[in-house]
């Protein structure tokens, strides 16, 4: 080795051992907690308990772990995504499958750091970069629910069948520096003390833009609050499209007023729409348990996000005069009319308006007018799972078409409703049919409900 490569030799190995180390430390380097020295004897106070059970509502916590047909917190439901399956953990305070071990600083680690007790990263479909918010009194409360008020489940956890290497969590730690914005909430003094509320639950516990705001490259969120406009503006997630929860006038809730987001959060239902999809799931377990101040907040939040011109150009209207198509002669011209009137138009009306807050309209909602028709496809093919309102499952449910109608049946009559009554919706493919169909399964008509709280 001449001179020259023994004095680069001597500079490069050292510098890189230390860079190597440093990123070591730095990948498995477990986040400070400001539970770290608390007492380990945890609160047992059934207030304590109470509020916690509360804020797991109010962070649908029992939505990704309960597996259908199984038992809340114990995990297991499945989760695809475009690396592999991973499966939700069992949160019960069971000692050996579930986090019965953890201390109140671990349970904070992995709720607001993406950090379980072990060390290993979260996948960010935990959606710990929005629990990050949640005030430290909220997290202790959390904590003393799930271990004092929920019952121990044995459960096993199912692995990921994410393969290797894609299944290294250290990468984790630098997509964490790179996307995650950690920090409690804090409230914004230009702002009253209802918006701040709204927005402590949109952007944290209720972690709304997790399914509401698009995705970039990294599967990391495009905006974290109302300081990005495209917060919740609207996002592609399992099949379902999540429209905007801004005011979009079209594809948002931009003809919504705050007593219309109110109701459809309490009750499930208004003039408007009716839940379906995986908002099903949240209201059945979340937002119908809101206190009435707390849903008036979230609308009042809501409701101040602004619109965007550049998704709806311009605002949608009611135009009635596809209905005169609709008689014998007009449906025999036009693809889908013919299947609209034999299977759709007995609840939603021959004029597409639905039946008030019982059947939604299908003439100007943001299924009918996003250009992504995810939405729509899914709930024909698969119908939409059952609303349970204070404990009282609903009379009326979307029925599953996969088996009745083709997929040329189901193209046609979804780009007929998507080019009625106003609708401008882009035309649906018999492709975008056979997609979804592969991919998805009918709803369950025994949704997942948590009983005790």
Not at 19 to 40: E, H, I
Not at 106 to 121: T, Y
Not at 249 to 269: A, C, I, M, Q, Y
């Amino acid at each position: 080795m001449n001179n020259r490569l023994k004095k680069i030799f001597t500079v490069v190995v050292p510098v890189s051992a230390v860079l190597v180390s440093g990123m070591s430390w730095f990948v498995t380097r477990v986040p400070a907690s400001p539970f770290d020295q608390t007492d380990p004897q945890e609160e047992r106070a059934t207030a304590l308990v109470a509020r916690g059970g509360y804020v797991a509502r109010l962070a649908d916590c029992v939505a990704c772990h309960t597996a259908p047909g199984g038992t809340a917190y114990a995990g297991g439901l499945k989760m695809v995504t475009p690396m592999g399956a991973i499966f939700a953990t069992n949160i019960t305070p069971d000692r050996d499958t579930g986090i019965g071990t953890y201390t109140l600083a671990d349970f904070d680690r992995a709720l607001r750091s993406g950090v379980a007790k072990d060390g290993h990263r979260l996948y960010p479909a935990m959606p710990y970069p929005s629990y990050a918010r949640i005030s430290d009194d909220d997290v202790r409360a959390l904590y003393a629910y799930f271990m004092h008020g929920v019952p121990v489940v044995h459960q096993e956890n199912r692995k990921s069948t994410i393969p290797w290497p894609l299944n290294m969590r250290w990468p984790l730690a630098l997509w964490n520096v790179t996307f995650a914005r950690f920090g409690v909430y804090q409230p914004d003094a230009s702002k009253d003390v209802q918006w701040n509320r709204g927005a402590y639950l949109v952007e944290g516990a209720g972690h709304c833009g997790a399914c509401h705001t698009p995705r970039g490259l990294a599967f990391n969120e495009k905006g974290a609050d109302s300081h990005s406009r495209t917060f919740v503006s609207g996002a592609l997630i399992d099949g379902w499209f999540a429209p905007s929860l801004r005011n979009d006038p079209n594809t948002g809730l931009g003809r919504w007023s705050e007593d219309d987001v109110f109701h459809f959060l309490k009750t499930g239902r208004n003039t408007h729409a009716v839940v379906f999809g995986s908002m099903t799931e949240v209201f059945n377990n979340s937002t119908q348990f809101f206190t009435d101040d707390d849903l008036r907040a979230v609308a009042h939040y809501l409701k101040s996000l602004p619109t965007d011109g550049q998704r709806d150009t311009s605002s949608w209207h009611y135009e009635p005069t596809q209905t005169a198509a609709l008689e014998p002669a007009g449906q025999q011209r036009i693809p889908g009319a013919q299947i609209y009137m034999a299977q759709c138009r007995f609840c939603h009306g021959v004029d597409g308006r639905g039946q008030g807050q019982w059947i939604p309209p299908l003439a100007g909602v943001a299924s009918s007018l996003a250009s992504d028709s995810s939405s729509a496809i899914n709930i024909t093919l698969n119908g939409s799972a059952r609303i349970v309102a204070n404990g009282i499952p609903d009379a009326y449910r979307m029925p599953s078409y996969r088996a009745q109608l083709s997929d040329k049946d189901i193209a046609d009559v979804l780009t007929f409703i998507r080019s009625s009554w106003g609708n401008r919706g882009a035309r649906v493919l018999v492709s975008d049919i056979q997609k979804l169909r592969d991919k998805t399964v009918p709803a369950s008509s025994t949704p997942v409900i948590l009983k005790t709280q």
